[in-house]
Nanobody
Framework: QLQASGGGLAHAGDSLRLSCAAS????????MAWFRQTPGKEQEFVLG????????YSGNSAKGRFTISRDNAESTVFLQMNGLKVEDTAVYYC???????????????WGNGTQVTVSS
């Protein structure tokens, strides 16, 4: 089970940190990733991180502003979002999988979404 949290309301330029806590799976074995979705659009890959944090993989929207990290001891993955833009408004989902780089069609476990709303 994956439980995402940390979403909320922000203004453009603000920062938010999302967390995703895992339970019931061997967290340190999984590739972890964040995706996001806005109504009427396809789900978009944001960032992924390898099981031991040696590699990260970024989608176009995240480059230069967002970072991903994980704490295997706490079975938690984080998404640090800086310089938020209105277009970052979306529901953010964490996911766990075994494929690198992350592929949304092959992620094995999905968390609940957490809403991020950015106003101008």
């Amino acid at each position: 089970q994956l439980q995402a949290s940390g979403g909320g309301l922000a203004h453009a330029g603000d920062s938010l940190r999302l967390s995703c806590a895992a339970s019931g799976l061997t967290f340190s074995h999984y590739v972890m990733a964040w995706f996001r979705q806005t109504p009427g659009k396809e789900q978009e890959f944001v960032l992924g991180i390898s099981p031991t944090s040696t590699s990260t993989y970024s989608g176009n929207s995240a480059k230069g502003r967002f970072t991903i990290s994980r704490d295997n001891a706490e079975s938690t993955v984080f998404l640090q979002m800086n310089g938020l833009k209105v277009e970052d408004t979306a529901v953010y989902y964490c996911a766990a999988g075994s494929v690198w780089p992350p592929d949304k069609s092959r992620m094995q476990h999905w968390g609940n979404g957490t809403q991020v709303t950015v106003s101008s």
